[in-house]
Each structure stands twice: as C-alpha cells, then as structure tokens.
C-alpha cells in the first residue's frame, strides 16, 4: 500500500518536471522573473527611462521598438545591433537598414548605465532592448505582456546579416515572407508585426520608388491612393530629400492602435512592404482585414508576436556575456 503511494508520487513528480523546471533550471530558456533575484528593480528602471525618453521625443517609443527587431533578425536576440565598429568589429550601425536610419542608442546607454549602478554586470543589453520594445509600445497605447529574459550578449556583430536578413522595403511580399519564416516566423507574425508601423517615421528614400517608378516603367505604384501620393511628392522629390521623414501611420501617427490595417485598406500604406500585405497574398489580406476590424485581435496576436520574435536564437548560459557597455564588448 505504501510503496504504490510512493510510485503515485512519484509519476505525478515526473509529470510536473517538464511543464515547469526545465524552463526555469535549464540553460535555453528564457522567463519573466530571471532578474527577480539578482536585479529586482531592472524592470522598473528600464520602464521609468523609457518612459522620460517617450515623454520627451514621441517618435523615441518607435525608435526603440525597432532596435529590438533589428536586433533579433541578425544573430538572433544578443544585442549585436548596439555594437560600435572596433578592432575587428564592423557595426551593424552601418548597414542599408540602419545607415541614417535606426536610433535610440543613447536611451540605450543611459538605461545600461542605470542598471549597472544598480546592479554591477548582471542585466544583458539584449534584455535592456526586449523591455525597452514592451515599454515603448505599451506607452503609445499598445498591449502588455511578460517579457522572456535571460539573453546574453553577443561577442561580434554581422553587418552582411543586416543587410540580408532584415527585409527591405522594396522586397516582394514573397521575399519578405520568406525572411520571416528563416527566422521561425510565420505570415500570422509577420501581418501582426508590420503593425509595428502604426507608430513612428520613414525617410522619403524609404518610399520615393513608389511615388515615381513603381516597376521601371516610370509610373507610380497603382496600389498607391493619388491623393495621398500627390501630398507624398510634395515633400518627397524625384531627386534630394532623401531624409525628409514621413509618419508610417498618418491618422495617428503616435499612438499605438489598428490604423495601420485600416490605412492600408483605404490604399494609404505608406511602404511598398506594407500595402503588398494586403495585394500580394489572400491569407495576408484577410488578417489584415481582421486586424483592421478588430483592435483587441490585433494586441493579442501583437504580443504573442513579439514574444516570439524575442526569441530568436538568444545567447543563453554561459554563451555570449553580460556587456558593461553596450557599444562594445567587455575587455
Ligand atoms: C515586414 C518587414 C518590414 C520592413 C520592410 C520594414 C521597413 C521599415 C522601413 C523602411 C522603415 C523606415 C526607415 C527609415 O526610412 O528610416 C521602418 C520603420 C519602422 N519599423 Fe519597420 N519594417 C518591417 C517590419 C518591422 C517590424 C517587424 C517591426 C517591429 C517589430 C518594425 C518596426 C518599425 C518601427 C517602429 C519603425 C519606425 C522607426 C522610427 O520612427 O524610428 N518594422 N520599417
Ligand atoms: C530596391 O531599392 C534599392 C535601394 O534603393 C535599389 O537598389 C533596388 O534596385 C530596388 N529593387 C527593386 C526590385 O526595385
Ligand atoms: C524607371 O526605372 C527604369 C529601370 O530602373 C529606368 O530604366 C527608367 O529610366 C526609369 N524611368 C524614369 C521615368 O525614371
């Protein structure tokens, strides 16, 4: 009687080991409260500088939302995208996608350097920019969710990887998808995700294809509202005012919510990338259209995204390290 007691036990101890400890003991995996012990007041700190930068600069929120996926698509999550060029190093700063274009490093910096008074050599840049990316969008009105940590930081940086990993805005729908799924992600993600731009600012160069030779047939893309095109040309010339910044989502431009999907609709993306969502793909469009119809389906699979997202390949256990500074590697 006693000993089939015990092997009752005993199978339902085995039962619980998978669904729990592994995550939690293991290298490989990221949770929630890895900082719970070592660093307890991180969250709070990266939230509070987030929040002073957001308050400050609007666009800051998008900014750093953006780094984050910047980061993840090259050499997964272990903050390469931060490192500075030196020595052998040739910064990701430097590549088609970044060049005069990512930014938000120095929001970077001061969390880093908050966290490291705080506690010395213990929270990952690669961390610092997953909460950042939550902070950020639950600041502009977006969802919440519980972010994974745990990434250590990477020893190099890869500027071909940002080059070739990270989609462009002229890719075909096809192109992109397939980045999306050599990262482990799926169309779901990437409709989710792209919502992204329903915050933030494009430079002219980002877009003027479409406002003037589309396809190489000198007219402009047909899937392109005209009037919103013709307001577009104004500040965005056939040649010079590469730099003029444009808000992604031109109905509210600084707060995260579903107009992204309904611009597209009304034929007022304003990337090539984002309107081929919608005309290039059924599946695609339709989640477009749910998104566009349903804000709180929008949020859930957003968060579900991100999460996702945020775990591309991180640097766990004892690979990779803990940088002091997130422009370079320890000394
Ligand atoms: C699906 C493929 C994607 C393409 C082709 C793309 C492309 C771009 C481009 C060209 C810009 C404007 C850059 C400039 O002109 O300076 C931009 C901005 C932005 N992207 Fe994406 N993006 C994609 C997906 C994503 C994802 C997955 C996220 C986040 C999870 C994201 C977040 C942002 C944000 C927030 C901005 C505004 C940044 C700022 O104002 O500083 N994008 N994107
Ligand atoms: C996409 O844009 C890049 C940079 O402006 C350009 O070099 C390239 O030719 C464009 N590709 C297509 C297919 O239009
Ligand atoms: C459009 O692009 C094509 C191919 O890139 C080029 O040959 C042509 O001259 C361009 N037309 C105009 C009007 O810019």
Same mark, same amino acid.
């Given at each position: 009687m006693v000993k089939s007691i015990n092997f009752l036990l005993l199978l339902s101890l085995l039962a619980f080991v998978p669904s729990c400890h592994c995550k939690k003991k293991i290298g490989g995996y990221l949770y929630?409260?890895?900082?719970?012990?070592?660093?307890?007041r991180a969250q709070e700190i990266v939230q509070s500088i987030v929040a002073k930068a957001v308050a400050k600069e609007p666009r800051m929120a998008a900014s750093l939302l953006r780094l984050h996926f910047h980061d993840c698509f090259v050499k997964g999550c272990d903050a390469s995208v931060l490192l500075d060029s030196s020595g052998t190093i040739i910064s990701e700063k430097r590549s088609n996608p970044n060049r005069d274009s990512a930014r938000g490093f120095e929001v970077i910096d001061e969390i880093k350097s908050a966290l490291e008074k705080e506690?010395?050599? /213990?929270?990952s840049c690669a961390d610092i920019l997953a909460l950042a990316a939550r902070d950020s969008t639950v600041l502009t009105g977006g969802p919440s969710w519980g972010v994974p940590l745990g990434r250590r930081d990477s020893l190099g940086a890869s500027i071909s990887g940002s080059n070739n990993n990270i989609p462009a805005p002229n890719n075909t729908f096809q192109t992109i998808l397939t980045k999306f799924k050599l990262k482990g992600l799926d169309i779901v993600d990437l409709v989710a995700l792209s919502g992204?731009?329903?915050i933030g600012n494009s430079r002219c160069t980002s877009f003027r294809q479409r406002l003037y030779n589309q396809t190489g047939?000198?007219?402009?893309?047909? /899937?392109?509202?005209q009037v919103y095109a013709a307001e577009l040309r104004t500040r965005c010339p056939r040649s010079g005012g590469d730099q003029n910044l444009f808000v992604l989502d031109f109905v509210t431009p600084i707060k995260f919510d579903n107009f992204y999907y309904k611009n597209l609709l009304a034929n007022k993306g304003l990337l090539s990338s984002d309107e081929i969502l919608l005309t290039k793909n059924q599946v695609s469009a339709d989640l477009v259209k749910q998104y566009a119809e349903n804000n709180d389906l929008f949020f859930e699979q957003f968060a579900k995204s991100m999460v996702k997202m945020g775990n591309i390949t991180p640097l766990t256990g004892s690979r990779g390290e803990i940088r002091k500074n997130c422009r370079g590697i320890n000394k």
């Open positions: 929630p409260q890895f900082y719970d012990g070592s660093c307890p506690c010395p050599h /213990t929270v992204s731009h329903t047939n000198g007219k402009a893309d047909f /899937t392109l509202d």
